[in-house]
C-alpha cells in the first residue's frame, strides 16, 4: 500500500479549465455510449502522455479501426482476461527505458473487470504496479451480445438471463467491486457516473497523482443494451446515483467515504421503468431491489465516513 503522503491535492480540473485537446475521437462507438463518454474524460485528464491499454471490449472494438485510429496516444489492444497484467508490463518497460511524465491506463467494461478479468486486477495490486485502472460499467458484456456479467443488477433482461414468467431476469445482484478492490488495501480507489462528470474528472485527476495501482469503477450508460433513448445516457447515469442504486464513494488511508448521502432517494420504479431491460419488473421485483438497496446503504451509512 502507498502512504498518504503519494496522495497529493492535484489542481482542480473543470470544464473552464480542462484541456481542448481531444485524446479518444471518430471513434464507431454506438450513439449515446456512455463508455466512450468515460474514456474520453479520463484522457482529457491524464493527457498524451498516457500509455493506454484495452481488452477485446466495446472500447477496442470501437477504437482501433485501421487506418482510423480514433486514441491520439498510444495505446494497444490486450487479452480480453489480462489487461491489467499487460498494463503493469508496459508501465514497468516505460520505466526501464526512463521515459519521465507518463500515465499508464488501463480501461475494461465490467466483464472485462469484474469477472474474466479479475485474477489479473488482484495481481496488479499486489504487485503494487505504478497504473491507473478504470473500469466502465454499463452492467453487461455488451461487445459480444449482452450477456449477464458479475456487475449486471437484479432483474436486468440479457441474452443470457432472459425475463418470463418463471424468471425475473438476472436473479443475483451486482458484486460489490468497489469493496473487493479496497480489501487489497490499496492507496486509492473510488466510484463514479458519467453522471456526475466533475467528480469522475476529480477522481480521475487524483488517481493521476498515486504512484502505485489506483483504481476507479465508474458508471456508464448503454442505450443499445439498456434500451433507453439515445440523448438519455447522461440522465440516466445521473438518477441511478439519486435513486441510491449506485454511489459515489472513495476509498484511501484504509478508510471508506461516501461523497453523496442524499437524504431522500428518487423513485427506483421512475427510473427503471424507463430502461427496455427492466420493462417486465413486477412489484414484487422492485422490492427486493429497494430492500436491496436499503441494507446497502444502512451498512454505508454506519460505518463509513459522510459527506
Not at 137 to 147: H, K, L, P, R, S
Amino acid at each position: 500500500m502507498n502512504s498518504p503522503d503519494t496522495i497529493l491535492a492535484p489542481k482542480r480540473i473543470t470544464a473552464k479549465n480542462m484541456t481542448e485537446k481531444e485524446f479518444f475521437y471518430g471513434h464507431k462507438a454506438c450513439a449515446g455510449c456512455g463508455g466512450s463518454v468515460a474514456v474520453r474524460l479520463a484522457l482529457k485528464v491524464t493527457g498524451e502522455r498516457t500509455l493506454a491499454a484495452f481488452p477485446a471490449g466495446c472500447m477496442a472494438a470501437v477504437g482501433f479501426i485501421y487506418p482510423q485510429m480514433a486514441f491520439q496516444n498510444n495505446a494497444i489492444i490486450t487479452t480480453f482476461p489480462g489487461v491489467a497484467s499487460m498494463a503493469s508490463g508496459i508501465s514497468v518497460g516505460a520505466k526501464a527505458l526512463g521515459l519521465k511524465d507518463y500515465k499508464t491506463v488501463a480501461f475494461a467494461g465490467d466483464g472485462g473487470t469484474a469477472d474474466i478479468g479479475l485474477q489479473a486486477l488482484s495481481g496488479m495490486i499486489d504487485r503494487g504496479d505504478d497504473l491507473m485502472y478504470i473500469c466502465y460499467d454499463n452492467e453487461a458484456y455488451m461487445n459480444t451480445g449482452i450477456q449477464k456479467s458479475g456487475l449486471t443488477p437484479y432483474g436486468t433482461q440479457t441474452t443470457t438471463t432472459p425475463a418470463g414468467k418463471n424468471l425475473p431476469g438476472t436473479k443475483t445482484h451486482k458484486k460489490n467491486l468497489f469493496e473487493i478492490i479496497a480489501a487489497h488495501d490499496i492507496a486509492y480507489a473510488a466510484t463514479a457516473s458519467i453522471g456526475y462528470p466533475q467528480d469522475y474528472i476529480n477522481k480521475v485527476n487524483k488517481a493521476k497523482q498515486i504512484k502505485g495501482p489506483s483504481f476507479i469503477h465508474v458508471y456508464a450508460s448503454c442505450p443499445t443494451g439498456w434500451g433507453t433513448p439515445t440523448n438519455t445516457t447522461i440522465e440516466i447515469a445521473k438518477e441511478v446515483v439519486d435513486t441510491g442504486l449506485f454511489f459515489l464513494a472513495e476509498y484511501e488511508n484504509g478508510e471508506f467515504k461516501l461523497n453523496k448521502n442524499p437524504k431522500e432517494f428518487k423513485s427506483i420504479k421512475n427510473h427503471l421503468s424507463k430502461q427496455g431491460r427492466f420493462k417486465h419488473l413486477t412489484d414484487n421485483d422492485y422490492d427486493i431491489i429497494t430492500k436491496q438497496r436499503d441494507m446497502k446503504w444502512e451498512r454505508m451509512r454506519k460505518f463509513w465516513t459522510l459527506p
